[in-house]
């Protein structure tokens, strides 16, 4: 997968995120949730273009880290 494709499909993850987290039901639960994936799914797409601006493998790679962090923790929100 190209870099622009990445870019492109977790763009898509956000979106996808934000159209979930606007169905969640409005309760105290949800809101705890909503909150929570908001944050966390929408910050793939930034920080993964965060990591292609890296100046050094070893930046791009702990910023990559900091997407995959991100994402695990979408995953069991």
């Known amino acids: 997968?190209?870099?622009?494709?990445?870019i492109t499909r977790t763009k898509k993850f956000a979106l996808r995120i934000m159209k979930l987290?606007?169905?969640?039901?409005?309760?105290?639960?949800?809101r705890a949730i909503s909150n929570q994936l908001m944050r966390s799914g929408t910050?793939?797409?930034a920080n993964y273009r965060?990591?292609?601006r890296a100046r050094s493998k070893p930046e791009?790679?702990?910023k990559l880290?900091?997407?995959?962090?991100e994402a695990d923790?979408?995953?069991i929100s």
Not at 1 to 6: I, L, P, Y
Not at 21 to 30: E, I, R, S, Y
Request: aromatic share 4%; glycine share 10%; proline share 3%.
């Open 73 to 75: 923790e979408s995953q």
């Open 50 to 52: 965060a990591a292609c």
């Open 43 to 45: 910050s793939v797409a």
């Open 65 to 69: 880290g900091t997407v995959e962090e």
């Open 21 to 30: 987290v606007g169905a969640l039901p409005k309760t105290v639960q949800g």
């Open 1 to 6: 997968m190209t870099e622009q494709e990445m």
């Open 60 to 62: 791009f790679l702990a």
